[in-house]
């Protein structure tokens, strides 16, 4: 007897009542890479809970590579990165030395439009050259304002003011450093952006305004090779967050996985857990790792997005059955 219609009507019914997991399937997906739980700073807002007392564990290179390679082979990968953490440039003082450029350069070299998130606190620490070197080398050695370099301008990371603009004015004094600088912030700390483009001019730079791109955006350019974007967001109530008192609850935020452009966010963190959507709360996961004869591998990412599906479809039952969920009344 031929079972594919029944099958397949089947999964006709499914995707019409499930529509997460068929959403899923058919976005294209940006990787996230949060490669370490550690951090310097133990900030009161912080969605991923990080903090000095976490362990100083990474994602390894070659997992994050291997995972690069077989995004850039398929068709649904968006061709977009973050790398972030907890902190990222804690590499520097922990981790392989060289982990930062080795992960920038690989997504570079492959064409990948790369973003890395950093809290800047290492601007006047003792490593800060050295990661300004690998900065400098990365950025002039590729397409100009290929990399994307984001910071947070509020006033929940301490000295974020002056952190933010030391970087910049930093960058923007080297040779060829033709890079993207996002600095983003909260609704009720916008303040502090004009004051950030003042403490830059204070550092001796020129900021003139340029058109970008066919949206007519303009955008500050600072020393004639910085772009500067600045976005506010909304603060949500994951992980230290849910303890603050303006912090937006999210109902449902396992499926609130989605970009403003309609892509999907897949983020890998440094426990072995793959997790849809960058911020914490209730989330959809699964693990990159299988276990195999007392042996553990890597799941491919094939896998991983057909799991990562499969837990959505889970999650969706769950949620309509105990919570009354329903895809319409978002
Ligand atoms: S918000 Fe950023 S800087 Fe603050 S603790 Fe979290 S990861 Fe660190």
């Not at 900021?207 to 600072?222: F, Y």
């Not at 911020?279 to 890597?298: A, D, E």
């Amino acid at each position: 007897m031929n079972f594919m219609p029944i099958y397949q009507k089947y999964l006709a019914w499914r995707d019409r009542h499930f529509p997460m997991g068929n959403i899923l399937r058919h976005t294209q997906y940006v990787l996230v890479f949060k490669t370490t739980n550690y951090c310097w700073y133990r900030c009161p807002h912080c969605c991923e809970c990080s903090g000095p007392n976490n362990p100083r564990t990474f994602i390894p290179v070659r997992t994050i590579c291997s995972y690069l390679d077989q995004a850039h082979a398929d068709p649904s990968f968006s061709n977009n990165v973050v790398f972030t953490g907890g902190e990222i440039m804690s590499a520097y003082r922990f981790g392989p030395a060289d982990y930062v450029p080795t992960l920038l350069n690989h997504s570079l070299d492959l064409g990948i439009g790369t973003d890395i998130k950093t809290n800047a606190a290492w601007v006047r620490a003792g490593f800060g050259e050295g990661i300004f070197q690998d900065l400098h080398h990365v950025i002039s050695s590729h397409k100009p304002y290929s990399l994307q370099i984001s910071l947070s301008l509020d006033r929940y990371h301490k000295n974020a003011l002056e952190n933010n603009a030391a970087v910049i004015s930093r960058l923007a004094k080297m040779p060829n450093t033709n890079a993207i600088v996002h600095v983003s912030g909260f609704n009720n700390h916008v303040d502090m952006f004009p004051a950030l483009l003042e403490r830059i001019k204070a550092n001796g730079l020129k900021i003139d305004e340029v058109l970008c791109g066919s949206a007519g955006k303009i955008l500050p350019r600072v020393g004639g090779r910085i772009l500067l974007q600045y976005s506010k967001g909304t603060l949500f109530d994951g992980g230290r967050a849910r303890d603050m008192e303006w912090a937006h609850h999210s109902e449902f935020p396992q499926f609130q996985f989605l970009t403003a452009d309609g892509m999907s966010l897949i983020a890998f963190d440094s426990a072995g857990r793959v997790t849809l959507g960058e911020n914490s709360g209730r989330k959809i996961s699964t693990s990159f790792l299988m276990r195999k004869n007392f042996n553990v591998y890597l799941k491919n990412l094939y896998h991983i997005r057909a799991d990562l599906v499969k837990a959505t479809w889970r999650e969706e039952t769950r949620a309509r059955l105990l919570d009354g969920w329903r895809f319409n009344e978002r």
